[in-house]
């Protein structure tokens, strides 16, 4: 009984839990439209603002988002971005990756995304970019059928028509 | 104490699963509907605390969401607990006796449809040595029928004569997910679950939200003609471990029921959280329940269970009770943790 | 009007990257008992527990205060759980202190604890969720978009943020309880130090630790009677706002600045640069340091980083800001918060050791959460209010 043993200091057990998540109604309407390659932003009832993507409500006023949807351009500015270094077992991009927050045109609130076809260091805030979308017949419902943004050429937008998405 | 009050109540009908919506999007009718009920904007409402748990949405900060739903600007004063709502009600209870605030806004929100419900319950238990073996929910609360059956202080007559009665009284709750006229023979001839326990014995799983507001002194009867005031307030945990509880009894409710006097008078209404018919006998005992005090009117937990929400739920339907003068003494109960392991227990009196 | 919350014991543990000589009850034991001998009081003394943690999801536990109940003296007693995100630590404070306030307790335990060693904090925080795009890695990632929008908003100087890191780990090095002692630690150190989540370089970042804080909370009857000179609470406040709305400025939240006015006010302090005597922030990424000086006041709008270039915020500044090393040296996440809130506490009780400011009679507790949307605070002081 005196027998000295080892502590144990690691006990592992894996856990694993199924969930089925619902994309819900504001987001279905959004990921049907992307399935057809469109972009789809719904106003705020109180002050206008366009949200894209739309989750049902406006986080601000809080009230249900229920209008006309409106459609947006696949392209915008980039307001902020980090580049990223840090590998992470749930995504699935090349490091380095340069992670961006765009306005698209038309669209009062920013998406995060991805930026490709730039060197990591030419991407800078105000800078214009457009989607790539993937090929049509790998379309499927997921923001994921625009592989990345891109440059577009245009020149940068000036800092003041994009501060406040910051 | 400052003389605080429950003054509206609202929530989404219970259902076994909420294919379309997402948690946000159950909540923001429940707040909205509240907001119009008491005329009241996010500027009148001095603390908001919530109540959801991160494993039931199967994602970390599952509660933020829930500020989407109700428009949390100018930004607000505002906390959340990894608890029933029942306990978010406590959080904003206290702060209004600081008077740091006179009105406060409660919710709860769950949607366990998401997940596989009774084995992510088990990690709740002891995670060196009880969770590796998976013990579900219902096998749990079997454990505790078992020990009360042996024990004699339970039948499983009574048992399913919990489940009609809960489920009658919820003929008159739209928000009910289970209901109907049930005979307690037919009842017991229904094969065991998980034995002792029939299918009638176990709460449904349901996807739900409950808002709620309670206020402070003359702000309470401005914004109810009738408020539902809380007299006691009190919460206790047991330890966990099954071994060294006696599970024939709910000691941890008896405590809270002392303590927030609700043995000192007569109750006329009691919302009671019983995932379970025997955990239902166990309560309304520990509670002190005379015959002429009137069970779960709503139904309680067995006609509808949205975790997270359903404990603060009992505390609107009771209150609901004293606002339409059915009751002039109320008791609510909500639990959390295996077998009756939380139990809190709130006195509401209309004058 | 609300009763006085005297802080009669501190303590906690020694943070690391992995506690793996102590379970999660041990862990929580160790910052437990420390307050409670601080105190001179038994488990017995306690009335009330308020435990508080970030998401379940880091140790793999669901409530885990569920199965801690006994470790923690809990069992027959009421305990409740906080969690608002990062800034969980402080609101745990918050809420054991509004349990003394209303006077329905005369001794609370709080405690907070992470133990990230038990689960994977980074995949928590990046679960794959269906219908969006996973580009954000981590905190880090989520970040360094805000902090290249302060750099670009304020035109503070690109070291600003080393400067930051050398000073916190220096601190550190004070502090016997702190994850990191970096006796190597210096400008070149942290410029040289790998671009993580570009502009965040390698040593800008707090570590990922285990680790738990834990305080007695008495009434001002039984505080009387305390061993050592309580910490008074002066002032509390909590403000949340959502995460995203059109318009909504990420880098300096309207929530920290109606935090700090609410707070102020409470306290009875209108020039808080100069009334307070020594800070302890939430700066889980260096160059939150300058940008939470003007979230709370102490700077005017862009001009935070002149704090930390003019070393003001050094510990012989006039506002020295994270005098244990902050969360930069040490990060149990979900204590993170509470050790902000502890730290300022033992600094008026005058018992922060080597890393003590001297004379401090007033201390800032701050943290935050969320993507810069939760904010708790509190002013303690050597007198009472």
């Known amino acids: ?139 499927t419902i997921s923001m994921q059928n625009i592989r990345y943004f891109k440059p577009s050429g245009e020149p940068d937008a000036p800092f003041e028509s994009y501060q406040e998405h910051i | 104490m400052r003389d605080v009050a429950v003054v509206a109540f609202t929530q989404s009908p219970s259902v076994r699963c909420e294919a379309n919506r997402n948690e946000t999007e159950i909540l923001i009718p429940v707040i909205h509907e509240i907001k119009q009920q ?4 996010t500027e009148d409402i001095g603390f908001i605390c919530s109540g959801s748990s991160d494993y039931l949405a199967g994602q970390s900060f599952a509660f933020v969401a829930g500020l989407d739903a109700i428009g949390a600007w100018p930004p607000v004063s505002e906390s959340h607990v990894e608890m029933d709502g029942a306990w978010a009600l406590y959080e904003a209870w206290v702060k209004l006796q600081i008077e740091d605030a006179d009105v406060a806004l409660v919710y709860g929100f769950g949607k366990p449809s998401m997940g596989d419900l009774p084995r992510t319950m088990a990690l709740q238990l002891d995670p ?87 206020a402070a002194g003359d702000r309470a009867r401005e914004l109810c003609e009738r408020p539902a005031w809380i007299r006691g307030f009190e919460h206790i945990l047991e330890p966990q471990d099954l071994g060294v509880r006696d599970l024939t009894r709910s ?43 009137v069970v779960n009117p709503s139904g309680g937990a067995l006609a509808a269970n949205p975790l997270m929400a359903a404990g603060l739920t009992r505390v609107g339907e009771a209150s609901r009770r004293v606002w339409e003068g059915q009751a002039d003494r109320a008791v609510a109960h909500a639990t959390s943790g295996p077998c009756l392991q939380q139990n809190l227990v709130v006195v509401l009196e209309g004058n | 009007m609300a009763e006085l919350c005297g802080i009669v014991g501190i303590g906690q543990t020694k943070h690391d990257s992995k506690r793996i000589d102590v379970s999660m009850a041990g862990l929580l034991r160790e910052a437990a008992e420390r307050a409670l001998e601080d105190a001179e009081l038994t488990w017995r003394d306690i009335d009330a527990v308020v435990i508080g943690k970030a998401p379940d999801l880091f140790e793999g536990v669901m409530m885990p205060e569920l199965f801690l109940a006994d470790a923690l003296g809990g069992a027959y007693k009421p305990m409740l759980r906080v969690h608002t995100a990062g800034s969980v630590g402080g609101s745990t404070g918050i809420v054991a202190a509004s349990l003394i306030q209303a006077g329905i307790h005369d001794r609370v335990l709080v405690a907070a604890f992470e133990k990230q060693s038990e689960s994977n904090a980074m995949w928590a925080l990046s679960i794959p969720m269906p219908f969006s795009v996973a580009v954000v890695a981590g905190a880090g990632g989520f970040f360094a978009p805000l902090v290249r929008g302060y750099m670009r908003r304020s035109g503070a ?73 309580p910490a008074w609470v002066h002032s509390t406040a909590m403000r949340s ?26 306290a009875g302090i209108t020039n808080p640069r100069k009334e307070i005597d020594c800070a302890e922030m939430y700066v889980p990424f260096s160059w939150f340091e300058p940008m939470w000086c003007e979230g709370m006041l ?51 009780r005058g018992q922060a050791g080597d890393h003590q400011v001297e004379g401090a009679k007033k201390a800032l507790g701050h943290a935050y959460g969320g993507g810069s949307q939760y904010f708790s605070t509190w002013i303690v002081g050597s007198e009472k209010p």
């Open chain 2, 128 to 214: 060196y040595s009880v969770m590796p073996l998976w013990p579900d929910a219902v096998s749990m609360a079997a454990l505790q029928a078992r020990s009360c059956l042996e024990a004699g202080v339970i039948s499983e007559r009574e048992m399913a004569q919990v489940a009609v009665r809960d489920r009658a009284n919820a003929l008159n709750n739209p928000f009910a997910q289970v209901k109907g006229e049930f005979d307690v023979d037919a009842l017991l001839a229904e094969p065991m679950l998980v034995s002792p326990l029939r299918k009638h014995d176990c709460s449904p799983i349901s996807d739900g939200a409950c808002a709620m507001v309670i």
């Open chain 1, 1 to 139: 009984m005196s027998e000295e043993k080892e502590p144990v200091e690691v006990l592992r057990t894996p856990v694993e839990l199924d969930y089925t998540y619902s994309a819900g109604v504001s987001a279905s309407r959004f990921l049907r439209a992307v399935e057809q390659g469109k972009l789809l932003g719904q106003r705020c009832p109180v002050d206008g603002r366009v949200y894209f993507p739309s989750r049902g409500s406006c986080p601000q006023h809080g009230v249900p988002i229920e209008g006309e949807p409106v459609e947006l351009s696949d392209r915008g500015t980039i307001v902020t971005f980090s580049v990223n270094r840090v590998p992470s077992e749930n995504i699935d991009l090349e490091l380095p990756y340069a992670a961006i927050q765009v306005l698209l045109d038309g669209a009062d609130t920013t998406l995060f995304h991805v930026l490709g076809e730039c060197s990591i260091d030419d991407v800078r805030m105000g800078m214009r970019v457009e989607a790539v979308w993937r090929p049509r017949d790998e379309w």
């Open chain 2, 38 to 41: 008491t005329g009241l904007a």
């Open chain 3, 241 to 266: 706002e959502p995460t995203m709305f059109s318009g909504r400025d990420q880098v300096m939240p309207q929530g920290i600045l109606d935090n700090a006015e609410a707070l102020y006010k409470k």
């Open chain 2, 251 to 293: 000691r941890s409710t008896e405590i809270a029921a002392e303590k927030a006097g609700a043995h000192s008078d007569k109750i006329d209404v009691a919302e009671v959280y019983a995932p379970f018919t025997h955990q239902s006998i166990l309560l309304e005992r520990a509670l002190g329940l005379g015959d002429a005090a």
């Open chain 3, 157 to 229: 100087p690109e070291d600003t943020g080393i400067r930051v890191a050398v000073k916190d780990r220096e601190n550190a090095l004070k502090n016997p309880y702190a994850h990191l002692h970096m006796e190597d630690i210096s400008f070149d150190l942290v410029a040289s130090s790998p671009m993580l989540w570009d502009p965040i370089r390698y040593l800008e970042t707090c570590p990922s630790s285990d680790g738990a804080c834990a305080m007695v909370l008495s009434s001002e009857s039984l505080a009387a009677k305390a061993p050592t000179r």
């Open chain 3, 298 to 348: 102490f700077a005017e709008p862009n001009e935070g980083w002149k704090m930390t270039y003019e070393g003001a915020t050094a510990m012989d500044g006039d506002l020295p800001i994270n005098m244990s090393g902050g969360v930069l040296s040490s990060n149990p996440i979900g204590a993170s918060g509470l050790l902000r809130f502890a730290e300022a506490a033992l600094q008026v």
